[in-house]
């Protein structure tokens, strides 16, 4: 079993930043990939960023790529997504995800708003 739960959402101007966190806690968190994923309402889901298990992988979408980081701390077992420049269009709750084999592991969202 994983559990995850997400903070750091909250409303920003555009070009504002915010930073992401997702708490991993269960039977070897630090073992599993680690996706961000979007959906604003009415939209489908979008993966924004992941980050492989051993650091050595990351995956960011075309929307946001040079804007959005991913990073992780093993010893707190947690996984940041930085956001900067934020535009109204990532506005979105955004989830912290971990696909195995069997299961997909989510986490509860936060939301992000960005506008003027």
């Known amino acids: 079993q994983l559990q995850l739960v997400e903070s750091g959402g909250g409303s920003v101007l555009p070009g504002g930043s915010l930073r992401l966190s997702c708490v991993a806690s269960g039977i070897s968190p630090e073992r599993y990939d680690i996706s961000w994923i979007r959906q604003a309402p009415g939209e489908e889901r979008e993966r924004v960023s992941c980050?492989?298990?051993?650091?050595?992988?990351?995956f960011f979408a075309d929307a946001v790529k040079g804007r959005f980081a991913i990073s992780r701390d093993v010893a707190k077992n947690t996984v940041y997504l930085q956001m900067n420049n934020l535009r109204p269009g990532d506005t979105s709750v955004y989830y912290c995800?971990?696909?195995?084999?069997?299961?997909?592991?989510w986490g509860q969202g936060t939301r992000v708003t960005v506008s003027s």
């Open positions: 980050l492989s298990s051993s650091g050595g992988s990351r």
């Open positions: 995800n971990a696909p195995t084999a069997f299961y997909s592991y």
